[in-house]
T-cell receptor
Framework: GAVVSQHPSRVICKSGTSVKIECRSLDFQATTMFWYRQFPKKSLMLMATSNEGSKATYEQGVEKDKFLINHASLTLSTLTVTSAHPEDSSFYIC????????????????FGPGTRLTVL | AQSVTQLDSQVPVFEEAPVELRCNYSSSVSVYLFWYVQYPNQGLQLLLKYLSGSTLVESINGFEAEFNKSQTSFHLRKPSVHISDTAEYFCAVTRVGDSNYKLTFGKGTLLTVNP
């Protein structure tokens, strides 16, 4: 199957600093990438949908100025948590849909392994 | 909006025993249904999906799920589990007609298979 990587896998930062998380599709081009947040014992919460060549679409309740998403290329999307605070500590997961089959209902989302963010 | 409920947060079973992981959904529109599996330190992987046709769908590693529209359920079953099936299992839905196929997930069920 297709591979999606995330970097870093773990990051610890001080309150008030910004953190950038990268999501890469390694062997395919991704027309659409998704960013999720997962709290302990909670479901994955979709934060935003990023389509190549356009601005990200954020879900209700997600602050777009705090969680900056850039779909820089067909293989890279970044999530920047600006002025991070302890309540932003969470597990962030990205996923991507293959450009070749993005219009096909049968195509699936490929998920990265996640990034654990801890804000002190 | 859609919602997904996974009734069991943890399910411990012994090897070679049968297992059922329960999933119910709520939606005012038609949905497609999915089960994803997450092995330790790995990303989520698609296990199986229901789009249309036969309500019973199967995976290559022996899992099956049945879509029950009247009960709004999509329970996952396996007649005999292996140690290697130990993982977190997520049920998810997407609205029919959503061009991005955004997924709404349940909270997950941790399946632990003991020897």
């Amino acid at each position: 199957g297709a591979v999606v990587s995330q970097h870093p896998s773990r990051v610890i930062c001080k309150s008030g600093t910004s953190v950038k998380i990268e999501c890469r599709s390694l062997d395919f081009q991704a027309t659409t990438m998704f960013w999720y947040r997962q709290f302990p014992k909670k479901s994955l919460m979709l934060m935003a949908t990023s389509n190549e060549g356009s601005k990200a679409t954020y879900e209700q309740g997600v602050e777009k100025d705090k969680f900056l998403i850039n779909h820089a290329s067909l293989t890279l999307s970044t999530l920047t948590v600006t002025s991070a605070h302890p309540e932003d500590s969470s597990f962030y997961i990205c996923s991507a849909r293959d450009r070749r089959t993005s219009g096909d209902l049968h195509s699936e989302q490929f998920f990265g392994p996640g990034t654990r963010l801890t804000v002190l | 909006a859609q919602s997904v409920t996974q009734l069991d947060s943890q399910v411990p079973v012994f090897e070679e025993a049968p297992v059922e992981l329960r999933c119910n959904y709520s939606s005012s529109v038609s949905v497609y249904l999915f089960w994803y599996v997450q092995y330790p330190n790995q990303g989520l992987q698609l296990l199986l999906k229901y789009l249309s046709g036969s309500t019973l769908v199967e995976s290559i590693n022996g899992f099956e799920a049945e879509f029950n529209k009247s009960q709004t359920s999509f329970h996952l079953r396996k007649p005999s589990v292996h140690i290697s099936d130990t993982a977190e299992y997520f049920c998810a839905v997407t609205r029919v007609g959503d061009s991005n196929y955004k997924l709404t997930f349940g909270k997950g069920t941790l399946l632990t298979v003991n020897p």
